[in-house]
């Protein structure tokens, strides 16, 4: 090949590293020649109870008409959005998962020669997308595993576009308080806009927690970003949404590409967010699997970081890496965090009851035989 391709992409792509997501099952099973029914996958932050019926009764039929292109403005999911969250039709963008909105965001805000601000430790995306645009991503050190939110204020400066808030946050499951976020709110200036990520909001129920929504109305420079992904169980159907202002929500739409989300997709999102029951039960087995996994690390005698996601980052040492080898063996998948610079933490994911038994037990045995050298 004469031509170097990868000389011609532009050049914040050039250094770019791929998205690295969690293992399949599938291909665990056939680099391991492992039965797939018995591997259990508590890597990706999925919802352990599997689909909302209601859920996949909408999918079913709008897969009757999968001759024909979707809603390309979404309208029914926008509508059960407006009746969920009280907001207007013209605040919302819709998204093949929430990285979609992610990332048409800092495209319609952000270039080269502009900051992007985000903390040391949080989502994957946030640097990628900036760097991808040409911007310059800043990170800020984190303080106790969460953002160091007074320090981030302190690194906006005249370049600064956008700031990234991950709460909580992937992949420490920390959070601020509801007072803290709008205290951070009212310090940053009204053209740097604040994009508050709130994948795992779903999770909180406590009253001290912040709901970005209601945020809206008094600071127009922010975007909420949300899922169907985590709490919803729709992690398949790739669909997200952003909320904001409609000044903002028009620039994103402009970009937005119109079929970005699927008509089965768009179906089930509406379905489910009618399914209080679902939601409920999903908050259930979390909060029961944070309780088991965190008294287990004790009884293992590891340490974590208390979690109020879906997942918890447990410290296993320097041979991390090895430990997670030893539970991909045993037919357990985890999720490795040295890029996120956590080269001694394994993020998983929580399970059922049994799923979290086992892994455990697989964990148990990973750190013997990796004391004992094997």
Request: charged residues 20%; negative net charge; hydrophobic residues 45%.
């Amino acid at each position: 090949m004469s031509v170097d391709y990868q000389s011609l992409a532009v050049k914040g792509v050039q250094a770019l590293s791929p998205y690295q997501p969690g293992k399949p099952i599938e291909e665990l099973a056939r680099e391991l020649g492992l039965n797939p029914e018995e591997i259990i996958k508590l890597a990706s932050n999925e919802n352990p109870l599997g689909p909302s019926e209601k859920a996949m009764a909408a999918a079913r039929k709008a897969l009757e008409e999968s001759c024909l292109y979707p809603d390309g403005n979404g309208f029914s999911l926008k509508q059960a959005l407006v009746s969920r969250f009280g907001v207007a039709m013209n605040q919302i963008t819709l998204g093949n998962g929430s990285n979609d909105v992610l990332e048409v965001i800092a495209r319609c805000f952000a270039g080269p020669g502009d900051e992007v601000v985000f903390s040391q430790y949080a989502f994957a995306v946030y640097p990628i997308v900036a760097q991808a645009i040409g911007a310059k991503g800043v990170s800020v050190p984190a303080k106790a595993w969460g953002h160091d939110l007074d320090a981030m204020a302190k690194a906006v400066n005249e370049h600064t576009k956008l700031i990234f808030v991950a709460n909580p946050n992937n992949p420490t499951g920390t959070v601020h308080t509801a007072g803290a976020i709008e205290a951070f709110l009212q310090r940053i200036p009204e053209q740097v806009l604040v994009v508050l990520d709130e994948a795992y909001c779903e999770y909180l129920t406590g009253g001290e927690y912040p709901d970005g929504v209601q945020l809206l109305e008094r600071y127009p420079n922010l975007v909420v970003c949300r899922t169907f992904s985590k709490a919803w169980g729709l992690a398949a159907m790739r669909v997200g949404y952003a909320l904001s202002s409609p000044a903002i929500a028009d620039v994103l739409n402009r970009v937005r590409q119109p079929f970005n989300v699927n008509s089965i997709a768009l179906a089930a999102a509406a379905a489910v967010l009618e399914d209080e029951e679902y939601l409920n039960r999903s908050r259930e087995v979390n909060d029961a699997g944070l309780r088991q996994l965190a008294a287990g690390f004790e009884q293992l005698g590891v340490s974590f970081i208390p979690s109020v996601g879906n997942f918890i980052a447990v410290d296993v040492g320097a041979q991390a890496a090895e430990v997670y080898q030893a539970l991909l063996a045993s037919g357990v998948i985890v999720r490795p965090v040295a890029g996120y610079g956590m080269p001694n933490h394994l993020r998983v994911s929580v399970g059922l009851a049994e799923e979290n038994a086992r892994f455990l037990e697989a964990l148990s045995d990973a750190l013997q035989a990796v004391r004992d050298g094997h």
